[in-house]
């Protein structure tokens, strides 16, 4: 099964009831190993969590810590981006040359590096001191 297909099939799964915007997101570790997640509402919208956080979640839960490449995917007009936040924790787990490949129910794609999406990412050398 591809990333994609994956992806949409975690999708299936979401919990969007307030909004009805289901995220499904399939990523591969470094190591080949593949973990999902779907977006998860809560009524207090801030507390929910996005697709791309909960394979993160599930991956590092595995024991794995290296992203090589993400696809995430949303019944959209156009290829949904990971919000800002995902996409800091995507790069705390993924190298600026990991492709993000978007996608819509429908079939397009756009596929991205994580620096184009994240340019000035904030890192550990930022915390350096002198």
Not at 71 to 81: L, N
């Amino acid at each position: 099964m591809s990333l994609l297909d994956e992806a949409r099939r975690v999708r299936d799964n979401a919990y969007a009831p307030y909004s009805g915007f289901k995220v499904g997101a399939a990523l591969k570790t470094q190591t080949g190993r593949v973990f999902a997640g779907c977006n998860v509402e809560n009524v207090a919208y801030p507390e929910g969590t996005c697709a791309e956080a909960g394979a993160i979640a599930a991956m590092v839960a595995a024991g794995d810590t290296r992203i090589a490449e993400i696809v995430v995917i949303a019944d959209s007009p156009e290829p949904v981006t990971p919000c800002g936040g995902c996409r800091q924790k995507l790069a705390e787990f993924g190298d600026g040359d990991m492709p993000v490949t978007m996608a819509t129910l429908g079939g397009a794609t756009v596929t991205r590096t994580l620096k184009e999406l994240l340019p000035g990412a904030f890192a550990t050398h930022h915390m350096a001191n002198g």
